[in-house]
C-alpha cells in the first residue's frame, strides 16, 4: 500500500485529527481507530508503547516535517488519528 496515498485519501474522505494535542484527545476519548506517529513525536506516551488502549500505533519513518508533507500540509505534523477512514485502507497498516 502507498502510505502517503491512503493518507491523504483518508484526510479527504474520512476524518483525520492534526497534532498531538488533538490525537491525545481522540486517543484518550477511544475514538480514534489508528495513530501514526512520527519519528520526532515529543509525547512519550505515543512513542513508547505500541497501542494506546486499545489503539494501535503505527510508527511512520519520517519526522514530523516529512509526515506533514505526506499528509500534502505545508506544516510539520508530530501525531495525527484517523477516527474514520473513508475510501482509505490506511486502517490495513501493519503496526507490528
Given at each position: 500500500?502507498?502510505?502517503?496515498?491512503?493518507?491523504?485519501?483518508?484526510?479527504?474522505?474520512?476524518?483525520?485529527?492534526?497534532?498531538?494535542?488533538?490525537?491525545?484527545?481522540?486517543?484518550e476519548a477511544k475514538g480514534?481507530?489508528?495513530?501514526?506517529?512520527?519519528?520526532?513525536?515529543?509525547?512519550?506516551?505515543?512513542?513508547?508503547?505500541?497501542?494506546?488502549?486499545?489503539?494501535?500505533?503505527?510508527?511512520?519513518?519520517?519526522?514530523?516535517?516529512?509526515?506533514?508533507?505526506?499528509?500534502?500540509?505545508?506544516?510539520?505534523?508530530?501525531?495525527?488519528?484517523?477516527?474514520?477512514?473513508?475510501?482509505?485502507?490506511?486502517?490495513?497498516?501493519?503496526?507490528?
Amino acid at each position: 500500500m502507498d502510505l502517503n496515498h491512503a493518507l491523504k485519501v483518508a484526510l479527504q474522505t474520512g476524518k483525520v485529527r492534526l497534532g498531538v494535542r488533538e490525537t491525545m484527545e481522540v486517543a484518550e476519548a477511544k475514538g480514534a481507530k489508528l495513530i501514526i506517529v512520527s519519528t520526532s513525536c515529543p509525547e512519550p506516551k505515543l512513542t513508547v508503547p505500541k497501542k494506546f488502549g486499545a489503539i494501535p500505533i503505527f510508527k511512520f519513518d519520517g519526522n514530523a516535517v516529512e509526515l506533514g508533507a505526506a499528509c500534502g500540509q505545508p506544516f510539520p505534523i508530530s501525531a495525527l488519528a484517523v477516527v474514520e477512514a473513508g475510501s482509505s485502507a490506511i486502517l490495513t497498516l501493519s503496526t507490528g
